[in-house]
């Protein structure tokens, strides 16, 4: 909770520094794919496992933008499967859910990202003897975009969850757990709202930001 307040309290002290006659509010889907390694490396004092993961992420970004600095909130769902290595061989799907708060930096064609997890949470299904199970916790991520292209960006983060529990049915234990995931994905930035330098603001909803423009605008 304390990181959390600082996060939030540095948010808001930067943005209150910043002429919001300048500014976008944009709304960003985005579909990827990614893979890693997940690693409890213990659970409730015992020995725990490894398991190696993949899976399809769709999400979207609520951005506010200010030149050369954004900030976002970042929701996703996923879905894939997992295979544990050790202590012994078995599969299970996976699916999950996460919330980021996101602040980074954009230049023409490039932006770059920093962001802490508010909410993560990741279920094995079906594992033989538990059933389900779901881990949660927070993490931390970053990532870089490419925004040369027409009406999309390229983008490419790496993924740091760190799990601090474990529930299984009605029952809830203590795990020290990590993943680390890599993710590709294509999103389309789409201008919500734009404040001209004049105080004036016009709404971009169904506009979509594209190329150099977008980079320039859009923000993670």
Same mark, same amino acid.
């Given at each position: ?33 990614? *893979?890693?390694?997940?690693? #409890?490396? @213990? !659970?409730? =004092? ?7 993961? &993949? /899976? ?62 508010? *909410?993560?949470?990741?279920? #094995?299904? @079906? !594992?033989? =003897? ?7 916790? &927070? /993490? ?81």
């Amino acid at each position: 909770m304390v990181k959390l307040r600082l996060v939030l309290l540095s948010l808001v002290s930067v943005v209150c520094c910043f002429e919001l006659a300048l500014s976008d509010v944009l709304i960003e889907p985005y579909a990827g794919y990614g *893979m890693g390694k997940i690693k #409890f490396i @213990s !659970v409730a =004092g015992l020995s725990g496992s490894e398991w190696s993961a &993949s /899976g399809f992420a769709l999400g979207g970004r609520l951005s506010f933008a200010v030149p050369m600095l954004f900030f976002a909130l970042d929701y996703n769902t996923e879905v894939g499967t997992g295979k544990r290595t050790s202590p012994s061989s078995l599969d299970s799907d996976l699916a999950g859910s996460s919330l980021y708060l996101l602040m980074g930096m954009e230049v023409p064609r490039l932006r770059g990202w920093l962001g802490y997890g508010l *909410m993560q949470e990741t279920i #094995f299904k @079906s !594992v033989p =003897g538990v059933g389900d199970m779901t881990a949660t916790g &927070s /993490g931390l991520k970053a990532g870089v975009s490419y925004t040369g292209f027409s009406f999309m960006a390229l983008n490419f983060e790496y993924v740091r969850e760190s799990f601090l529990a474990i529930k299984m049915g009605a029952r809830e234990v203590n795990v020290d757990g990590t993943a680390d995931i890599f993710r590709l994905s294509v999103s389309v930035p789409i201008t919500l709202l734009t404040t001209s330098s004049d105080g004036a603001s016009s709404s971009g909803a169904g506009g979509v930001s594209g190329g150099e423009s977008g980079g320039e605008s859009g923000g993670e």
